[in-house]
């Protein structure tokens, strides 16, 4: 898996996250462990969830938006948060990710609430190839 960071002085009511991977799927696999992050201690969460998710975008960083967005959104209507998953991207424009999430339900008895992501923004949203790399900025509202 690649690597994020939690970037600060970017916005005042959000959480900027710059996340580094090998392909772009490496980026939307380390996106949602930083978004887990965020959201919850993932070790105080039982990992007993799993589920498939396609997402379909015409640009990679719309993608990121779309893969975020749709992760927060099973956060609110389910209330379970998926700390690992394996993506397959392909197409040239659309792209389309297929993944397999793993996570688990939010248990206010067990799990330690960390911030409650709102959703992802388009303020400086970024999916790019930087020589070997790739690397995204995406921020979150919280």
Do not use: N
């Amino acid at each position: 898996m690649g690597q994020y960071r939690f970037v600060e002085d970017v916005a005042l009511a959000d959480c900027a996250i710059d996340v580094d991977g090998r392909d772009p799927g490496d980026v939307l696999e380390t996106a949602a462990a930083a978004l887990a992050e965020l959201m919850v201690d993932p070790a105080s969460l039982d990992l007993t969830v799993s589920r498939r998710l396609a997402v379909e975008a015409p640009e990679l960083d719309l993608l990121l938006y779309d893969w975020l967005s749709e992760l927060i959104f099973l956060k609110d209507r389910d209330g379970v948060v998926f700390t690992k998953a394996t993506v397959r991207i392909t197409g040239s424009g659309p792209y389309k990710a297929d993944a397999e999430l793993l996570g688990g339900i939010i248990d206010r008895a067990r799990t330690t609430l960390r911030a409650d992501a709102k959703a992802a923004t388009f303020h400086q949203l970024a999916l790019e190839r930087r020589g070997e790399e790739w690397q995204a900025r995406v921020v979150i509202d919280i």
